[in-house]
């Protein structure tokens, strides 16, 4: 074996991947939704191109409904709605996680997102961690925007005591009008310990979830699934 290939394997054993699931043994899932708020989206709001990012709607159907679920919160989408923040982080149905303070994509290219310089991640990872303690979460878990990370932002995480979270169901809301799609893609992907991926900020760019998840919540139950926050999942 070349000398290359075992350096970055003995790099690569020294770092934990993103987590992507629980365990395959039990039907306990996680259901997540990541609130994204770009200093882009945050400038459309400013402008009044888009009415809001507080999807307040479906945090009331998952109240109402009494589904647990974990909700990866940027540090502009706090700043913006501190009230639903707050509302949020004192459910005891919710879990509140971290997702890096303005969006950016750590590693490049990342689906469009703003690129980050390695001295400002540090930064975009605990402003959002003491909003978070603002609302009396004690938060140990991280998802990189758009799933884009290096070796080095899994070092710095690790670092600064933090685990990357991703997921192993994606429903592909974003953009997405058909809510029968984002159904379909769910529960054909879905298993034992899977943590799903939706987002929770609502806007234009995502009409169809909260009619998805109407229809996708009694359709895991009927499977047999159990709706866990993450730290449940993955204790
Ligand atoms: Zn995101």
Known sequence: MRW???????????????????????????????????????????????????????????????????????GLWIETYPEEARRLAQNPLFELANHSYSHPGFAQPCYGLPAVSVREKPGEILKTQALLAGLGVNNHYFRFPGGCYSPDDLALLSRLGLVAVHWDVAGEDGGERRPEAIVRRVLSRVQNGSIIVLHGQGGPRLPATLLALESLVPALKARGFALVKLSELIP
């Open 4 to 74: 290359w290939l075992i350096l970055l394997l003995f790099l690569g054993l020294g770092l934990a991947a993103p987590l992507t699931h629980g365990p395959r043994e039990r039907p306990q899932i996680a259901l997540t939704f990541d609130l994204d708020m770009t200093p882009g989206m945050l400038r459309m709001l400013r402008q009044g191109k888009v009415a809001s990012y507080d999807h307040s709607e479906l945090y009331r159907f998952l109240e109402q409904s009494g589904v647990k679920a974990t909700f990866f919160l940027t």
